[in-house]
Nanobody, 132 residues
Framework: QLQLVESGGGLVQPGESLRLSCAAS??????????IGWFRQAPGKEREGISC????????HYDDSVQGRFTISIDNAKNTVSLQMNSLKPEDTAVYYC???????????????????????WGQGTQVSVSS
């Protein structure tokens, strides 16, 4: 069973930065067979995908709302995917989740998706609040 643990949330002012991390805790986790997506859910709103990365080849994808401000990156040695969030805005306030989607080796390389369908494993979420 793959477990994901997010960290790095907090309260910041507009324009400031935060770095979220998503650590895979299963020692048998084969990084190359997964895509990692970052999702967020604001109060009263549906969950939305904001970024993802295919761990097999490092290709990334961003939602327009975070393009140019957020950067997703991989640390293979630590089985961790991070989300660097710069120039934060009040509308970025939400609970942020990372999730993992498994691919069969015959499907690799595979582009990640920011649609939550197919993401089997989810972290517990971390709160990001942006307010002056």
């Amino acid at each position: 069973q793959l477990q994901l643990v997010e960290s790095g949330g907090g309260l910041v002012q507009p324009g400031e930065s935060l770095r979220l991390s998503c650590a895979a805790s299963n020692s048998e986790f084969n990084f190359n067979y997964y895509a990692i997506g970052w999702f967020r859910q604001a109060p009263g709103k549906e969950r939305e995908g904001i970024s993802c990365v295919s761990l097999s080849d490092g290709r990334t994808h961003y939602d327009d709302s975070v393009q140019g401000r957020f950067t997703i990156s991989i640390d293979n040695a630590k089985n961790t995917v991070s989300l660097q969030m710069n120039s934060l805005k009040p509308e970025d306030t939400a609970v942020y989740y990372c999730a993992a989607k498994f691919f069969l080796i015959t499907d690799l390389p595979a582009m990640c998706s920011m649609d939550s369908v197919g993401y089997e494993y989810w972290g517990q979420g971390t709160q990001v609040s942006v307010s002056s």
